[in-house]
């Protein structure tokens, strides 16, 4: 079985026109600033669901199970009712924090109520409509502190929640194209919060995305706590094979960060093949490929 551990549901009508000059990583980082005029409209069109690309794509590279989560823009309530169709190939993560279109760099920062407000949030997410855990997090929502010890308290009240069950969150790491938040993505800071909620999986998505600042943080953080974890997307064949001999096929899993963007890569380096080749590429034995490709999400997502 394999498992794709990070993908992001929903699309909107105006970026299919794009579909032509989206095709490579570059284009893709860069779409918003080369056309400004599809920025602004999708902001303001109904989300349209591709699941069924989401479909056709994991059927050709072999992908069981996806978990699926919203980008930004997207509901949670809007992925939770695609998931429900499709009980047996999606299994959903919420956003606890959601993706702004354009922060207001002059907008008040978050208040002590924030940390509370979210923490709702993800109470009604996963103990009334079913999710299975909390997916990448845009921590500069949740919180203005820069110290661990400040930040891991603001974390406190979503931790609490998701504790007695296990439950997953994302933390995203390495480049963002969302401004204001490339501090957060460096995670060394999550070591505290860690160290605070052993209980709670913590998934340092992209592992640092090729760099290695970036990729030493996210190494050191899961070295010293047993309860984080780091996926494939975005990372190097060097990188990920220093990883599994650091801390093992069952701390790492296999994840393409397929979206309404990233699905337009041509063939042969569309998302899912791209990733299947770092992984192979990586791998030295079955067992290896075997946790990486979904054992170790099986365990973390609670995938019977």
């Given at each position: ?14 970026i ?36 069924a ?55 008040p ?27 990448e ?16 308290a ?33 995670p ?5 919060l ?30 010293r ?16 094979r ?34 299947r ?28």
């Open positions: 079985m394999i498992i794709d551990s990070h993908t992001h549901l929903g699309e909107f009508p105006a299919e026109e794009l579909a032509d000059v989206m095709r490579t990583r570059n284009d893709i980082a860069s779409w918003r600033t080369k056309y400004p005029e599809v920025f602004e409209r999708i902001q303001k069109e109904e989300p349209s669901d591709n699941s690309a989401l479909l056709h794509a994991m059927d050709l590279n072999g992908i069981d199970i996806a978990v699926v989560q919203p980008t930004v823009g997207i509901t949670n309530e809007f992925v939770s009712a695609i998931a429900r169709r499709h009980p047996g190939r999606f299994v959903p993560l919420a956003t606890a924090t959601g993706w702004p279109w354009a922060p207001d760099p002059l907008a920062l978050p208040d002590a109520s924030v940390p509370e407000y979210v923490a709702g949030i993800v109470d009604r997410a996963v103990n009334e409509l079913g999710f299975a855990g909390i997916g997090t845009n921590t500069q929502t949740l919180t203005s502190n820069v110290d661990p010890r400040l930040v891991a603001d974390f406190a009240p979503i931790m609490d929640v998701l504790a007695p069950r296990r439950l997953p969150i994302q933390l995203p790491t390495g480049w963002t194209q969302f401004p204001g938040n490339l501090h957060y993505q460096d060394l800071w999550v070591d505290e860690a160290a605070r909620h052993p209980g709670v999986p913590i998934i340092l998505t992209k592992m640092g995305r090729s760099i290695q600042r970036y990729f030493d943080s996210c190494l050191t953080v899961a070295l706590n047993r309860n984080v974890y780091l996926d494939v997307v975005g990372t190097s064949v060097d990188h990920l220093t990883a599994l001999n650091a801390l093992g096929p069952d701390r790492i899993m296999f994840g393409t960060d397929w979206s309404y963007t990233w699905r337009y890569l041509s063939a042969p380096d569309d998302v899912h093949s791209t990733a080749r770092l992984v192979e590429a990586a791998v030295v034995s079955e067992e290896e490929a075997a946790g990486v490709f979904g054992r170790t999400a099986r365990t973390v997502f609670a995938i019977h």
